[in-house]
């Protein structure tokens, strides 16, 4: 008897992981938009955590730090609106996952999670995403709204997936999508690639 409910146990703690990670990478859904003329910039993971302790190279991101300054600065002199996502895991099984396979990175409550010092300041709205996707929480679709944004310039961290993730979350919506590759950083390339291919089949613009 023991030994079943043991068994019991065990299988329900896995299965309850199992979905964690399923809604970790999951790409939500939501209406399609209406055409909208307007553009926003934003921001995936730039935050201290991942900027100053994750897998990229000083010449990655030096790069990628000289291109998405001078995009955030053509935006703010086109007024274009610079959103930042700010990643928090928060919810149980994401937040055991992200102990166990990230070494606790950016599990909310934790040190690092703030927008890192090199973008600290450059964005007009900054919301926190819970998961891979940065419309999963639903907040980000009335502040895309509201000023007739239907074009989105994505850029930031990790490619093969925050980056990737929200892309596609956006298509699914109807939005247009562009992404600089100068602009984005990836910890293993041969993913990121492999990404971006499924991107561009998805309608999705690189440059």
């Not at 979905?19 to 910039?41: D, F, K, N, Y």
């Not at 959103?83 to 690092?112: F, H, N, Y």
């Not at 930031?156 to 999508?177: F, I, N, P, S």
């Amino acid at each position: 008897m023991t030994f079943f409910l043991s068994a019991f146990v065990i299988g329900g703690i896995a299965l309850w992981l199992i979905h964690g990670i399923w809604w970790i990478g999951r790409v939500s859904s939501g209406p399609r938009i209406e055409s909208r003329p307007a553009t926003a910039l934003v921001l995936i993971d730039l935050q201290t955590v991942f900027w100053q302790n994750g897998p990229y190279s000083p010449d990655q991101k030096a790069g990628a730090e000289t291109a998405i300054l001078r995009a955030v600065e053509r935006a703010k002199s086109d007024g274009i609106p610079v959103i930042a996502l700010r990643q928090e895991w928060s919810i149980p099984a994401t937040k055991v996952i992200a102990r166990l396979a990230m070494k606790g990175a950016a599990v909310a409550g934790t040190e690092g999670t703030e927008i890192a010092p090199p973008f600290a300041g450059k964005a007009d709205h900054t919301l926190v995403k819970r998961v891979q996707d940065g419309f999963e929480t639903g907040a980000l679709d009335p502040l895309l709204k509201k000023p007739g944004v239907g074009h989105l310039h994505l850029m930031g961290l990790d490619t093969a997936y925050c980056v990737a993730k929200t892309a596609l979350a956006a298509r699914a919506r109807g939005y247009q999508v562009t992404i600089d590759r100068r602009t984005i950083l990836a910890a293993d390339q041969k993913t990121a690639d492999k990404a971006l291919k499924q991107l561009e089949e998805k309608g999705v613009t690189l440059i």
